[in-house]
């Protein structure tokens, strides 16, 4: 089946533009997930949605930075006039909604990232 | 989520068992346990989870201590496709499925 897509897989952009991460979870995932990793780093979260709702956005690093969820499933995430910290691998996650029951509850599924790059 | 604690990195030699240590001593009574392996250049992938007793999957099998305060991720043959950075990660099943990863142990095989 149909894993976790995101698009771009890459971007370059130059610093100030805006851009636009975009991410399809897994079809029937209530819980979506968006993390970035800086080259060498570990991986750093960003905002969790449950439905179209984002109950925990306490790592969006700054206000330049939003996303949101639509439908419950697409979601995108926008970077405001980029900086050159903003280059990274940006990764979407998705999952069953927490508590549902079965013995693989809660586990998360990636997409491959997209690597943007900010000149 | 509770702090776990991993070494930097190992190594193993190709086709024998690899034991990746972690240690959580603060672990709470309704965290599991959750590793999940990131292979270069992909998405993390989950491997393995538990509570309280080991467990066992088609990748690995996961061992954890009597007092629960440490745990070891058991592969039985490592491939050169197990190098990767493993990551030990404590969820609290009834906060919400959001995983927060440390470091992790980059697992280095060697032909």
């Known amino acids: 089946g149909a894993g976790v897509s995101q698009s771009p897989s890459n971007k370059v952009t130059e610093k100030g533009k805006d851009v636009e991460l975009r991410c399809d979870p897994i079809?029937?995932?209530?819980?979506l997930y968006w993390y970035r990793q800086s080259l060498g780093q570990g991986l750093e979260f960003l905002i969790y949605?449950?439905?179209?709702?984002?109950?925990?956005k306490s790592g969006l690093p700054s206000d330049r930075f939003s996303a949101e969820r639509t439908g419950g499933s697409v979601s995108t995430l926008t970077i405001q006039r980029t900086q050159q910290e903003d280059s990274a691998v940006y990764l979407c996650a998705s999952s069953l909604a927490p508590r549902t029951s079965g013995r693989r509850t809660g586990e998360l599924f990636f997409g491959e990232g997209s690597r943007l790059t900010v000149l | 989520d509770a702090k776990t604690t991993q070494p930097n990195s190992m190594e193993s030699n190709e086709e024998e068992p690899v034991h990746l240590p972690c240690n959580h001593s603060?672990?709470?009574?309704?965290?599991?346990i959750h590793w999940y392996r990131q292979l270069p250049s992909q998405g993390p992938e989950y491997v393995i989870h538990g509570l309280t007793s080991n467990v066992n999957n088609r990748m690995a099998s996961l061992a954890i201590a009597e007092d629960r305060k440490s745990s070891t991720l058991i592969l039985h043959r490592a491939t050169l496709r197990d190098a990767a950075v493993y990551y030990c990660i404590l969820r609290d099943n009834n906060a919400g499925n959001m995983l927060t990863f440390g470091g992790g142990t980059r697992l280095m095989v060697k032909p």
């Open positions: 603060t672990i709470s009574g309704t965290d599991y």
């Open positions: 949605f449950q439905g179209n709702s984002a109950p925990d």
């Open positions: 079809s029937g995932h209530t819980a």
